[in-house]
């Protein structure tokens, strides 16, 4: 059973950066900086640690352990949601980081589909979670759907069936797909205390309209609190005001795509805009041309004025 | 120019099935009855014909024609719209559709990509939709995007920059794809007389949140008046209830897709609710086992009771 | 039954390109000298006519049936085998342009998958092929698996199996993939009269070790002469003769394709090396950069000394 | 550099399944057995151990070092070749086994591509290699290709380029994809002490035909007794007897595939074939159908007769 105390997860959730030293070590320094940043630059009170943002898979172990130590403890009091996801290709590896992540005191727990030896149906996936979930049965857990990356397309709502009863401590899903009828009929079929967040920010105004509960993305860490707006806009059924920033995530995003977005790029952004030192990304991520991350910024600049 | 009674094209638009003899000719005397059906039965004013529910790749050029005759003859006064899709792999067959439909009195055209040498560039599809709209060009001319069926996925807001300076008959697109990044930037960016019309029909409301003009698909062949409402509660900011018919639609679709849903399967259905004589699809689309056309009937009528 | 004088087909088919005008119209003229030009200059003695090479999708039915015409009267006594791909979306024009083929004297026809709606199972595929087949009995027919392009990924394997009685006629395959399992299994299934030929000339010496009966592709219109010597130092055991060879067909085909290899730079080369005045591409290729063309037959010649 | 010990790697490489107890944990005590079993009953000199056929990205790292001390062990003096794969996501992990492969003495390493974020061009991909290589800089380096898998298109010709002056151990490829374009060029390209090892193996004769200098394989596991006479005779420039073998090989793998083939079902299958107790395989892969591997192993014997 989840805890009493438990919170269904809504809202914006900033799927967060691995900061790493010059050298490309873990860098737990900018832990405290980061978490400050989110909370009151950006008006964000979720987030979701070792990511597909946080280069996760590209992280050992024991890296991944400390650093959810980490955010666990510096977010205490400050975020409302902390979820660690603790997917690897090793179901024992995952085990391991979820019994982790229940001894630290993180919130929830979330797990990507495998995808070397990709499960082919809704059953072998469930079970591959099943048996993670059960390492920390009392923690909210939230599959993790990112199909561009994993390659795995197995319906979100066929996985869903029932789940309940293979992991009572089921709480919902990181929806990171363009399938929105796979995505209605999870909003549609979810239990009360479950959360069905979005994870493709350039298109989360239609998700909302879906019936999303929240959101989970990179963009959150610096456009959060321009996306907080378009939340407000649309719960007040001022659409035409939340389109209107919506588009400009999509301006934004549509050209950093054109020069070449990824991981890496994206964290140079971040650290652009925010003034933390995240450092490079991790091989095989390339580390990011330094005159893209100044086009980059200056689109930003362009379409949303600084606060 | 288009011609000065050019009315934007909005609302629901049924993608038309080709009514077949059951030996597989076209059975032009189907077609009144079918258009009084749309008119009166589900309330739907706009029609696009040998699209792909049309089976218009499987038809000749000649075929194409008479169709084109029957549907604007039997459609005047009655349609609001009648938009001919005149894509060939040929652009010489195209450039012979144009022509063709407008001396027949379209009201439009549409194209889509061509899909055997597939362009490369939004500049390659730019020129071959010119060449076409050249040879009508007084009718209002659209992009019929389809990318899961042509595997072209050239951005759709690329194709649309400044495509009024080489098609000055340019009136909008039929976006069926799943990119709503691509389809926002194509609504942010189009002209006042422009349609940025949807073509996913399972989720059409998350493109109505971000700005859709409206709707052409083949289910609105037999759930057109339930669709209808769908717009209706949208367009009063009743989400729930614009959801809760959105979510039906998905069971339909998501139930009939186990089964196999293709076109032949799809106009099996739409006999069977219609009762219009429809015929068989033409290979390589292959007939409808009968039972799983009476199945989705059944769940059709488990979820719309009957008005 | 095939004609009494039905030769088996073999050796080195060559793909030929359709010859334009400037302005893009079909250019009958340069049949002839082209024809001479692939038996005197290449050693070729085989033709598949209105092809993937040929544009054939981009052309009219009328265009398609005046190329046969000419090709099938100049190729007279000149030639082993005309081949005619009478291939189309429709199978009514597909069936008309077999029964063309037929009355012209081609020596065989052969059919593309359908690629709009894709045939699902070999059972769809082979009904649309019967159909076909059925408008010229008497003439030897042949598959054309073409995957890259089609997106029909059916096993040739299940497609043949037991073909015989649906298609008398039936005599082989043009194997254009890279599955070589597949194609095994095709080699070592069929008839004592079929022919299994091998389609991507990248490639051919693998084709040859799995037993491949003769090859089908549009870079034997310019290194036929080459390849022929391939095919005797295969014959002959020379294995790493035969190799020589192949790997300068890499070499030349990789570096163009790092140009952007197309049917429309394919054809210009062909004009630059044969002399033939072949004209553009129809669209949707788009004309090939002059400067590419130029760098690949320099590529050519580097490669391949002048005979 | 490499040790002056250093064998060019050939001929035929099993590709080891990793040995569980029942309960799914590493089951150390059948490898010895597992040993005997390839040097006499299949005639087998080579071994490529934790690879994909060993479910190596489902392990942990301590349990791929347990196992690569005992193949290496078990190995010595019956092996001619123990290939340890130490590919992993994290870059970290993967020098860790590097080192830790070095240490325990095995005859070379392999690194598969990271696949969670692809490289998106060969210097990535060679950056991420060098990265590795040089944790253990006196062990022959293969690179690992696997496509179908990975995701990553990058061509091997240009991840090879020069890759000495980067990577000074490297020695070879494992190839296991259908571009035989680029599998050509490679073979054209490289140095007299590298190997380019082809891993398809149901089209392994093609490869052979384009120079291959051994092949790595799980199916040389249970049939590699007679792939060593399809090498023969290939040897020998007896293609009918080579394509005989291959030709079976085909077969029964096309049998195998169209009953749901994975590294679950094909370890099953070598349990059954070889008699060793193999456990079952890890999730995400379900337990083999016993009924699928009993088909299979019947397809087996009505092909391979008895040695």
Redesign the interface.
């Known amino acids: 059973m989840a805890p009493a105390a438990y919170r269904k997860l809504a809202g914006l959730i900033a799927a967060t950066f691995t900061p790493f030293t010059p050298q490309g070590e873990v860098n737990l320094s900018v832990i405290g900086p980061y978490i400050d940043y989110l909370s009151e630059q950006q008006g964000v009170k979720g987030i979701f640690v070792n990511g ?1 943002t946080g ?1 996760s ?5 024991a ?1 991944r352990k400390i650093l959810t130590e980490e955010w666990c403890q510096k977010a205490k009091g400050r975020m409302d949601h902390v979820i660690v996801h603790v997917g690897c ?5 995952s085990q ?1 980081l979820a019994r982790h992540a229940a001894q630290t005191g993180a919130d929830g727990i979330a797990v990507i ?9 809704a ?3 469930r ?2 979670m099943k ?1 993670v979930a059960s390492a920390a049965p009392n923690l909210p857990f939230y599959y993790y759907q990112i199909p561009a ?1 994993t ?1 795995v397309n197995v319906h979100v ?1 066929d996985v869903i069936e029932g789940i309940e009863k293979l992991i009572p401590s089921f709480r919902g899903v990181k929806f990171s797909g ?4 796979d995505f ?2 999870c ?2 079929y979810c239990q009360a205390d479950w959360s069905v967040l979005y994870g493709v920010d ?2 989360l ?7 999303a509960h929240g959101a989970v993305g990179s963009t959150y860490n610096y456009i959060g609190c321009h996306v907080n707006k378009l939340l407000s806009a649309f719960e007040k ?1 001022d ?1 035409v005001q ?2 209107a920033i ?2 400009k995530m ?2 934004l ?2 050209y950093a795509m054109k020069l ?1 977005f ?2 890496g790029v994206n964290k140079q952004l971040m650290a652009e805009l925010s003034g933390l030192c995240l450092g490079p990304p ?5 580390p990011c041309p330094h005159d893209h991350a100044q086009l980059i910024v200056q689109k930003y600049h362009s379409l949303f004025s600084k606060r």
Do not use: H, I, N
Not at 57 to 61: A, D, H, I, K, N
Not at 205 to 211: D, T, V, Y
Not at 282 to 286: A, E, G
């Open positions: 597909t280069e898979l590209s992280l050992t172990v890296e290709m090793s179901v024992k590896d391991d589909a495998p995808f070397f030896f990709k499960p082919r149906t059953e072998a996936l079970e591959f048996e990356l390659g709502r363009c399938d929105l009828m209605g009929q909003v549609s350039e298109q105004l239609a998700a909302l309209a879906m019936g059924g659409l939340a389109r919506q588009f999509q301006e995003l549509s070449g990824d991981v991790r091989l095989p991520l390339m």
